[in-house]
């Protein structure tokens, strides 16, 4: 987020949107640059310990009743500690939480157990939490690290023995909307990525992954007007290989 500041600003001030969910902010809390934020009328909350995993809640709707990760997510490392992949925040009636799901990186890699078990913590919390308000208005978006269909990647071949494809994966990806989030960008742009990796020409050859999604609580998909992929924001120099995923609600 430090060296795309003036990028995600400009993004800001262009796609006029009330709140954006932000990952892999590679940055502690104190280096996060929220005056820049705030100098345009936006609030910000941020979790980050170090270089590494980062999310944040930038609105200009509110931001009430932050909660840095969610009940029963797993924890990583040696000792094991809570990574900076999930903050919740109430944004103008709608609760958000910014999820940057672990990328698992092998099939035979133990940061791929705890992939499946952060997916299962966060199904079991989604499943609480809609038990104890079915009306509640919740959106869990961001980067999933899962591509639940074949059509999410360009090539299924190429993608063969590799995360993010796997069986396992999807399933416990399914698991979050079986217990009732509704993924609701897919939709509206068919057939569409929000992913490009930056090694081999990947995007100009439109070789992506949809990995980024939008999952809503019953009452929140009631709401949602239309939603898009803003592709021009992966383009040009210092751009993110991943685009922004917008959604708008009634």
């Known amino acids: 987020m430090r060296a795309r500041v003036d990028r995600a600003v400009a993004w800001l001030e262009r796609s006029d949107v009330d709140v954006v969910a932000v990952q892999e902010t590679k940055c502690k809390d104190e280096q996060f640059p929220t005056a820049r934020f705030e100098e345009i009328g936006y609030q910000v909350t941020h979790l980050g310990h170090s270089q590494w995993n980062g999310v944040a809640i930038i609105s200009r709707v509110g931001i009430d009743d932050v909660e840095r990760g969610f009940p029963g997510m797993p924890s990583w490392g040696d000792p094991p500690a809570a990574e900076a992949r999930a903050i919740g925040a109430t944004c103008n009636g709608v609760r958000i939480w910014s999820l940057y799901v672990p990328n698992g990186r092998t099939l035979e890699d133990p940061h791929l157990v705890y992939k499946l078990e952060w997916l299962t913590a966060l199904k079991t919390a989604g499943q609480d939490w809609l038990a104890a308000d079915p009306q509640a208005q919740i959106a869990l978006v961001g980067d999933w690290n ?14 063969e023995g590799s995360t993010h494809v796997s069986q396992p994966e999807r399933d416990a990806f399914n698991g979050v909307v079986e217990a009732g989030f509704a993924e609701v960008v897919r939709a509206h742009t068919p057939g569409a990525y929000t992913y490009w990796d930056y090694t081999q020409l990947r995007f100009p050859k439109r070789q992506g992954m949809r990995i980024d999604f939008a999952l809503t609580s019953p009452a929140l998909a009631e709401r949602v007007k239309t939603a898009s992929i803003d592709r021009e924001e992966r383009k040009g120099k210092g751009a993110s290989d991943h685009a922004p995923v917008i959604v708008e609600l009634a």
């Open 146 to 159: 899962v591509a639940p269909l074949d059509e999410d990647v360009w090539d299924m071949a190429a993608f």
